[in-house]
């Protein structure tokens, strides 16, 4: 005899492992940042075509990229305007009859 398990038990644990999965992600995404605020590059010095000095110093254009991506990750930026418009930058024209599929192409049509 097969044993049933409740129709929703599949589907919890569905979603509790994609939680699990953007929970791993997100940390991923950290460590990973956190390295590159940490950068380092070799900066090589010349006179006369001869290279002269080596130092290791950091990578500053790295750096401020990978600050830029952390505050994205951790939701610290400010949020970004956009504005839809219709036809010629007016506003977006809407009938009684409009259903919800022609609502979705002419807010495409206009991006």
């Given amino acids: 005899m097969k044993s049933s398990k ?3 038990v599949p589907k919890k644990k569905v979603g509790i492992n994609r939680k ?22 070799i900066q ?7 290279v002269t000095d080596a130092r290791q110093v950091a990578a500053l254009d790295i750096q401020v990229k ?3 991506e952390f505050k994205k990750l951790l939701g610290l930026d400010e949020p970004e305007k ?3 418009t219709g036809k010629d930058g007016g506003p977006i024209q809407l009938d009684q009859q409009m259903n919800q599929e022609a609502l979705k192409n002419a807010i495409k049509s206009t991006t």
């Fill in 6 to 8: 409740p129709k929703g």
């Fill in 20 to 41: 699990i999965d953007k929970i791993k992600e997100f940390w991923r995404a950290y460590d990973k940042l956190r390295e590159l605020m940490e950068a380092q590059k």
């Fill in 44 to 50: 090589y010095f010349s006179n006369l075509g001869a």
């Fill in 66 to 68: 990978a600050v830029v």
């Fill in 82 to 84: 956009r504005e839809i």
